[in-house]
């Protein structure tokens, strides 16, 4: 009976209290996420596909003189680090904060849908025009935008493409948790440049970073595939990412969390 009551008197009241405050701080700002009105979404999703192109732009450069995707992987850690310093953001970094915040209800699950929608397209059109810029102001570039845009558009649909696009999801979502668990900006960006290395570097089938690499290669022309195939990667791609994304690191996750996010659930019946 005393060890009992012993055991009662020590169990933590929050047994984890730095995983609910940084599931406070996602929930907050998963909530204004959802709640953005249409041109301030669609301008984030756009410079989003931007801030990524300029990482293509470094990782093209880097590949060219070196061939070594590693090391041009190292350099596109820039487009990563644009993203956070300037508040855009990627469809894929949209796995975890919103979802949680819908979670929690705060919001509902069409908001989420549309926020989705217009990230990827708002992403995709920046990524584009980023493309047709890099290779129209370094014609000297178009040889290995083809081959690194094609790497991508040939993996096809099978096992190894799809094993590679979880890991994407899983790998960009990671990072957004990481990020949301400090305020310290220095640690923050320093996961950026780590996971944006990792993602480019490791050549993981991501749908807007991906995409972003075929566009430069159909815009560079010569291009053993079409605009048909880029479709077929970037939905097969797309699938993959929300798996690894919301299934491997934003669900598994929130069991950690039950007691505030079974409290936010009640308040917001």
Do not use: C, K
């Not at 310290?184 to 749908?207: D, E, K, P, T, Y």
């Not at 053993?224 to 929300?242: E, K, Q």
Request: proline letters at 4%; zero cysteines; aromatic letters at 10%.
């Amino acid at each position: 009976m005393r060890e009992e009551r012993r055991h009662r008197v020590a169990t933590p009241t929050r047994p984890e209290p730095e995983l609910e405050e940084a599931f406070g701080r996602i929930v907050e700002e998963g909530t204004v996420r959802l709640a953005r009105p249409w041109p301030s979404l669609i301008v984030t999703a756009l410079l989003g596909g931007v801030d990524v192109g300029t990482g293509v732009l470094a990782y093209l450069l880097v590949d060219q003189v070196t061939g070594e995707p590693l090391l041009a992987g190292a350099a596109f850690g820039i487009g990563f680090a644009a993203l956070l310093l300037a508040r855009s953001e990627l469809f894929t970094e949209n796995f975890l904060v919103p979802v949680t915040a819908v979670a929690a209800r705060h919001g509902r699950f069409r908001a989420l849908v549309r926020l989705w929608s217009v990230a990827l397209a708002g992403n995709l059109l920046g990524g584009w025009l980023v493309a047709w810029l890099i290779t129209s102001g370094y014609p000297e570039l178009r040889d290995t935008a083809i081959s690194t845009g094609a790497h991508y558009a040939q993996l096809g649909v099978n096992l190894r493409s799809f094993a590679l696009a979880v890991l994407a999801g899983m790998v960009i979502t990671l990072m957004t948790r990481m990020q949301h668990a400090t305020e310290n900006l220095g640690i923050r960006l320093v996961a950026a440049l780590l996971f944006g290395a990792l993602l480019a570097g490791g050549q993981l089938f991501h749908s807007v970073l991906d995409s972003t690499f075929m566009f430069a290669a159909l815009t560079a022309g010569d291009a053993p595939f079409g605009y048909r195939d880029w479709l077929g990667a970037l939905v097969w791609s797309a699938f993959g990412n929300i798996l690894g994304g919301v299934g491997l690191v934003a669900f598994l996750r929130m069991p950690r969390v039950w007691h505030p996010l079974a409290q936010e659930r009640a308040r917001h019946r």
